[in-house]
């Protein structure tokens, strides 16, 4: 085991910043780019019945358009625009102390029977509150089952592998459904100038998904993962902690019940909006799919989340003046610093790839191997979320490699039929289930440090011990169990299938 996970960090460490990555394949599709012109490589576009020829950017042109439009990809990069909004609201409610006061409650409230299917419910949806579903669960959890008499680090595994292996699923807009869809946009106008993902565009297949992972999480942690514990790192003398039951003051009460309150307030407020056939919201028809409401979810959450987290704030005095309110939203942005920076390296590489017409030969070449091979329907599914899941041990910056896999697997997988949107759903499940055995992961040594405060001798081969059958338990699953959504033929979000209309 630790000659496995010291082969995976060195393969890992020899890997660049991602930064420096995107640059570099910047770099080499310039070099590509200008080998093929030179040779006259084209391809037949099958949707557009149109010759497509890989242009140079070393030409005049080329040269032009990447020295006039550096600032023009970036500000126009889609997910730009869609993270920094999703983060000002939601990161004003989590700089007042509600997303952690949330989580305190979810799992702190929770019966013993169900102690463990809180824990991951609480732990896939608190992704919403990003690294601070770890730091806050992680030990939560552990203290808790502590406290019951059962195995802590079989509560911190299962917070651990709820927050990691799970971290793609939630029942609510997030961050990463705003960065996902922006790439996956990007990426499906190689082919599509008019293509469009939207945030929603997964939400009832991940929806779902969250009780379906909640349940084979409990039973693999109830079934296998503690009782192994026990007879490998059985309870004694030597388990000791500092932690203490957190416990909720008035003020933190009274926040919370005054956010039920508000939110029951801004449903009902959405509802009387979009209920009249004739609302602006609805569509020519009426109807809701497609329409303006749900291209204003994204704002709709912002608005949420402000509520929220102004109605907790101002309770408990975390919010005393007008000012504070985007002094905790410019906290928030500053955390975003350094995706923003990749950001730009990404946009610069996704532009490249369209101008020169790379990505729509690779994908035109590519969708034809995969139609005379006849590698498509079920077994390509599967073998992509396999893909994704392998590669997602070496890179675990979802965004890092969404935005390396997205140009060159959705317009291909795009031209044999598939919606950009599922091709990003078949995405998620790879790179959520495996960040928890990846070293490459920064949680992963922050899990096993709140492990180790209940047995200082534990090592990282039984931390990957631990959390293997649970990350082969979620790719499973979630892999089987978008097989039978498939199979009934249900959406995946509103009017999107596997198969574009």
């Not at 084979?216 to 059985?234: A, W």
């Not at 204003?296 to 949420?304: N, R």
Request: glycine share 8%; aromatic share 12%; net charge negative.
């Amino acid at each position: 085991m630790k000659a496995i996970l010291s082969s995976i960090e060195r393969a890992g460490n020899k890997l660049p910043h991602p930064f420096i990555l995107f640059a570099i394949l910047a770099g080499a599709v310039v070099v590509i780019s200008t080998v093929l012109a030179a040779f006259g490589v084209s391809a037949i576009n099958p949707q557009a019945d149109a010759e497509v020829h890989v242009r140079s950017l070393l030409s005049g042109d080329g040269i032009e358009f990447m020295l006039t439009s550096v600032v023009s990809n970036f500000v126009n990069f889609p997910p730009l625009g869609l993270i920094l909004v999703v983060m000002f609201g939601i990161g004003l409610a989590d700089k007042v102390g509600l997303m952690s006061t949330l989580m305190q409650v979810s799992v702190a409230k929770a019966p013993a029977p169900l102690l463990t299917f809180c824990v991951f419910l609480a732990g896939i949806c608190g992704s919403i509150a990003s690294d601070a579903n770890y730091l806050i669960l992680i030990p939560l959890a552990a203290m808790l089952y502590y406290s019951v008499g059962r195995h802590p680090i079989a509560g911190a595994a299962a917070a651990y592998a709820a927050a990691g292996a799970g971290f793609d699923a939630s029942l609510f807009i997030t961050v990463g459904d705003a960065l996902f869809s922006g790439i996956s946009t990007d990426a499906a106008r190689l082919v599509n100038d008019d293509a469009y993902v939207s945030p929603i565009d997964n939400y009832y297949f991940v929806a779902c998904s969250v009780f379906i992972l909640a349940i084979v999480g409990t039973l693999i942690v109830d079934r296998f993962v503690e009782p192994r514990l026990q007879r490998v790192l059985p309870m004694g003398k030597d388990f000791k902690t500092d932690v203490t039951s957190p416990t909720l003051k008035d003020a933190e009460k009274r926040g919370l019940k005054r956010v039920g309150l508000a939110t029951l307030a801004y449903a009902i407020a959405i509802c009387l909006a979009v209920y009249p056939d004739a609302s602006p919201l609805r569509n020519e028809d009426g109807g809701l799919i497609p329409s303006p409401f749900l291209e204003a979810l994204v704002p709709l959450m912002f608005g949420y989340f402000v509520l929220i987290g102004l109605v907790y704030g101002i309770t408990t005095g975390e919010i005393t003046s007008s000012r504070d309110v985007p002094q905790r939203m410019a906290e928030a942005a500053r955390e975003l610093a350094p995706t923003l920076v990749l950001f730009f390296a990404i946009s610069q590489f996704i532009a490249y790839f369209r101008w020169s017409e790379l990505g729509q030969f690779i994908a035109i070449e590519g969708s034809n191997i995969l139609q005379v091979t006849g590698f498509t329907g079920l077994p390509l599914v599967g073998a992509f979320i396999v893909m994704s899941a392998f590669l997602n041990i070496f890179m675990t910056s979802g965004s890092a490699q969404w935005a390396l896999m997205a140009p060159v697997f959705v317009p291909m997988l795009m031209l044999v039929g598939f919606d950009p949107a599922f091709v990003q759903a078949m995405f998620r499940i790879g790179d959520s289930s495996t960040n928890i055995i990846s070293p490459m992961s920064p949680y992963f040594s922050v899990a096993l440090v709140y492990m180790q405060r209940y047995k200082p001798d534990m090592g990282l081969g039984t931390l990957m011990a631990t959390m293997l059958p649970l990350a082969l338990g979620f790719l499973v699953a979630w892999t089987a169990f978008l097989m039978f959504w498939l199979a009934m033929g249900w959406p995946i979000g509103p009017g999107v299938h596997m198969m574009a209309g």
